[in-house]
């Protein structure tokens, strides 16, 4: 069973701050990484793919790929009050692999 | 105006009855998946497709059907053999194995 684990939190940030999500998988053969955001009753949205390790940044967001560690990270800087979600972390190989996602919270 | 779409938003069932979600695309895509979502829970995968007329067995296929007869819908039909159906129910899609794209999701209730 390939697994990928989150801590399901919640982490809770103050408005502004720098919040930082992690995500571990199994499968070394993992290829392609992606982080959904996924508001209370609707359904995940995606924020971030990375595929290379290293960072990719997109606007706020900055996904960290470890693949030697086996280690994928979300960074969300300036966070929102808006940003309050549950981020799921999903893997690929196969159809992707989810985690069971962590739940943010930012407070004003 | 591209993306998928599932109906009903919300569907309420009888037990013992067999109840069909649906799940329509325009983008294009390949790729068809259905997970389900129990509160607190991630997502499982009950099943995928990556082509017409074809579908693979997710983690969690039992009392659960499809089919793929056109690139833009791959139904989903809860069988009165699944024990516990009771969840939020998500289409996606892609382009081959890439990122996913989600429907809003249909939430079944069965008593």
């Known amino acids: 069973q390939k697994e990928v684990e989150q801590n399901s939190g919640p982490l809770s940030v103050p408005e502004g701050a720098i919040a930082s999500l992690n995500c571990t998988y199994s499968?070394?053969?993992?290829?392609?990484f992606f982080w959904y955001r996924q508001y209370s009753g609707k359904s995940p949205e995606l924020i971030m793919f990375i595929y290379s390790n290293g960072d990719k940044e997109d606007g706020r967001f900055t996904a960290q790929l470890n693949k030697a560690s086996q280690y994928v990270s979300l960074l969300i800087r300036d966070s929102q009050p808006s940003d309050s979600a549950t981020y799921l972390c999903a893997v690929i190989p196969g159809a992707l692999n989810f985690g069971k996602g962590t739940s943010l919270l930012v407070t004003p | 105006d591209g993306g998928i779409t599932q109906s009903p938003k919300y569907l309420f069932r009888k037990e013992g009855q067999n109840v069909t979600l649906s799940c329509e695309q325009n983008l294009n895509h390949d790729a068809m998946y259905w997970y389900r979502q129990d509160p607190g829970q991630g997502l499982r995968l009950i099943y995928y497709?990556?082509?017409?007329?074809?579908?693979q067995k997710g983690d969690i296929a039992e009392g659960y059907s499809v089919s793929r007869e056109k690139k833009e819908s791959f139904p989903l039909t809860v069988t009165s053999a699944q024990k516990n159906p009771t969840a939020f129910y998500l289409c996606?899609?892609?382009?081959?194995?890439?990122?996913?794209?989600f429907g809003p999701g249909t939430r079944l209730t069965v008593t």
């Open positions: 996606a899609s892609s382009m081959g194995v890439a990122e996913q794209y």
């Open positions: 499968d070394r053969g993992s290829q392609s």
């Open positions: 497709s990556q082509i017409v007329n074809d579908f």
